[in-house]
Each structure stands twice: as C-alpha cells, then as structure tokens.
C-alpha cells in the first residue's frame, strides 16, 4: 500500500510540474498583446463568444504565422488590431485585398480594415484546435491562480525540504552524542 501511495504522490507531482513548467513559458513568453508568442507559434485563449461558431469560448489556439506570400484573397487571419490596452485587441476576419506595402511588406484587408505583415498572427486554416484547455491555461496564467497553483505549492515544498534536513541534522547530532 505504501508504494502505490509513493507512485500516486510521484505522479501527482510530476503532473503538478508539467503544468507549473508550461505556465511559467507561456507567461514569459507574452508578447505587448498578453499573447503567448513562441517563435512562429502564438497561444491563443478563446474567452469570448465572438468567434463562434468556428471557434467556442474556452478553446485553445495554436496559431502559425506563415511568410506573406501564404496568404490569399479569401483566408481567414487572427490579427491583432493594435489597441494593447482594451480587450477585443485580437481579431478574426477573412482577408477581401492584399496590397504591397512601402516597408516591403504586405497590408492585408479585412473589409475596410487594412492590417499590416507585422500585426498578422496566423491562418486560421493552420489553426491547431485544444478544445476546453483554454480555461485551465486561462486560469493558471491569472495572477492569483499562478499564485495558489505555482507558487504557494513551490514555497511549501521548499519549506518542507528545509524542515526536514533541520530534523535529519538535529537527528544525527543527537546520534552523534550518545
């Protein structure tokens, strides 16, 4: 019993440090947007209902940016429409014009939207779909949520470790007198 008790406790922890491991990449690396941004990769958490039905809230979405030329009249992009502080900063549309910009970029079209290169995230035809793990991701990579399931679990295991090698010493020294 008390090994299928240290295998329960060993995997409990390793699932733990899986999670705690992937939250701590993904908010390091957040871009301007609050994006998890991985070199050509972004995370994306669907917490909204506005780009239903294609994609449902609590969704995760991991989007690829292609080269420009990948992209066509027609495509369906995330983009971002450069408002870093208000909510709705991450849009989904279907490119109507592809125009050569001046900085040898394109500007890309969502109706009367013009979108350059450097704000596109990605197809969304090259959209990985993660149905329903947008919310635990969501909540782990809130403030308090990180807090009660990273770090408060980090700083009691350390003081645990540091409990218990004060008792092993004391244990020896005791030992070490008789």
Known sequence: MKKVLNVFKWIVIGIWFIF?????????????????????????IVDNTDLEPTFNETDLLIVKKDSQKNYKVGDYIFFYNGNKTGTNYINYGEITDIQPDAEAEYAY?????????SDVIGLSNSTKIVKGWGIVLAIFESQWGFMFLVI???LFALVYEIYSIVVEIKNNMKKVEE
């Open 20 to 44: 705690a491991l992937t939250t701590t990449i993904c908010l390091i690396s957040y871009n301007d947007y609050k994006v998890t941004q991985m070199g050509k990769y972004s995370v994306i």
């Open 152 to 154: 408060l679990p980090t």
């Open 109 to 117: 079209f969502i109706g009367d939207t013009k979108v350059s290169y």
